[in-house]
């Protein structure tokens, strides 16, 4: 049993996040959430996690990130949810057309969310 990413959306800590694309992808189930560190983190992902990201590996491996949505949705990942404004202040459209292509929720987290919020 898990969350679906419509709910997580709904809780008071996501007030201020934002769907940026994917959004025929909120019925998706979470199941637990995993965190995207290095660019061979996709290796670990398991299927049904909420992938999250601080964005410096966007920002560090652009060419690499091109495909980060691809490699996310062939290991049966939920979503990606990727802190906006410290590293970068937004995704490139790669990232966002590919995602809504694949019905793949992305969701920008404001610089302010920490995992005490």
């Known amino acids: 049993m898990g969350i679906l990413i419509k709910s997580i959306l709904e809780l008071p800590v996501m007030e201020q996040a934002r769907l940026l694309a ?4 909120l019925q998706r ?3 637990g959430i995993s965190l995207l560190e290095s ?3 996709t290796r670990y992902l398991t299927k049904n996690t909420l992938v999250l990201n601080n964005s410096q590996l966007i920002k ?3 060419d ?19 802190k906006i404004g410290r590293h970068i202040d ?6 966002l ?5 694949l019905g793949f929720p992305v969701i920008a987290l404001p610089p302010n969310v920490s995992p005490q919020s």
Do not use: F, Q, R
Request: with cysteine.
């Open 97 to 101: 057309s590919s995602a809504e292509k």
């Open 22 to 25: 994917g959004a025929s992808g």
């Open 64 to 82: 690499w990130s091109m495909n980060l949505i691809y490699a996310l949705h062939k290991k049966g990942c939920s979503g990606l949810a990727v």
């Open 29 to 31: 189930t979470v199941e």
């Open 39 to 41: 660019t061979d983190s």
């Open 90 to 95: 937004s995704l490139p459209d790669p990232i």
């Open 60 to 62: 560090d491996h652009p």
